[in-house]
């Protein structure tokens, strides 16, 4: 695998279940990013992590819960979503955070869709 | 804090005609600048990006983008498109020294007609 791999890339859950959203990063980046991306909205940048620290927290409902075990992988567990919630997650990853210059890799993204 | 629009949600254009999309920043320095671009079902994927130097950015397919500092700009170009160019466009600045997350403009939708 080469990149940045997100699994799995469609999900369709009830309110209630709980399941987690892997995204894995073969490119030895320091840094790892949470996207949400509705339809007709902006890109929302929803966690970020810098050697496996979460730097970043955009007031992202409680019912996300991210976990990034190591700099190779992020986690977004999710419990109790509402419809709204239904969207598509990306995952991305760069060199390094500091410095406002670094290239984003994007997953792929997981097609969520919360009924 | 630095803030992007591109001011064209949509832009249809015919298979080999030329192509532009506009992006403007706004930032009290020279940011950072990239394009993405993102296929059906695809993540995002850099197309070019501009730190400094030639104001002149070539990136890959064949796209192209110039800084214009007076104009806060830095629109994307291709000479002739194709059909598998039919993306959604974004255009992303970044802060020198400041905050480390690039933001994101909210897309340009290219349609390519036959």
């Known amino acids: 695998e080469t990149g940045v791999t997100q699994t799995p890339r469609h999900l369709v859950m009830g309110m209630t279940n709980k399941k987690s959203l892997k995204c894995e990063q073969h490119?030895?980046?320091?840094?790892m990013y949470w996207y949400k991306q509705s339809a007709k909205k902006p890109l929302e940048l929803m966690f970020v992590?810098?050697?496996?620290?979460?730097?970043e927290n955009n007031s992202v409902p409680s019912r996300f819960s991210p976990e990034c075990p190591n700099s190779s992988h992020l986690f977004l567990h999710l419990h109790t979503l509402q419809p709204e919630d239904s969207a598509l997650y990306l995952c991305a990853s760069s060199q390094e955070l500091a410095g406002g210059h670094n290239e984003q890799f994007f997953g792929p993204g997981t097609r969520l869709t919360v009924l | 804090a630095q803030s992007v629009t591109q001011p064209d949600i949509h832009i249809t254009v015919s298979e080999g005609a030329s192509l532009e999309l506009r992006c403007n920043y706004s930032y009290g320095a020279t940011p950072y600048l990239f394009w993405y671009v993102q296929s059906p079902g695809q993540g995002l994927q850099l197309l070019l990006k501009y730190f400094s130097g030639d104001t002149l950015v070539q990136g890959i397919k064949g796209f192209e983008a110039e800084f214009k500092r007076s104009q806060s700009s830095f629109n994307l170009r291709k000479p002739s498109v194709h059909w598998s160019d039919a993306a959604e466009y974004f255009c992303?600045?970044?802060?020198?020294?400041?905050?480390?997350?690039?933001?994101f403009g909210r897309g340009t939708s290219l349609i390519v007609h036959p």
């Open positions: 992590y810098s050697l496996e620290e979460r730097v």
């Open positions: 992303a600045v970044g802060a020198r020294g400041g905050s480390y997350i690039p933001t």
């Open positions: 490119l030895g980046h320091n840094a």
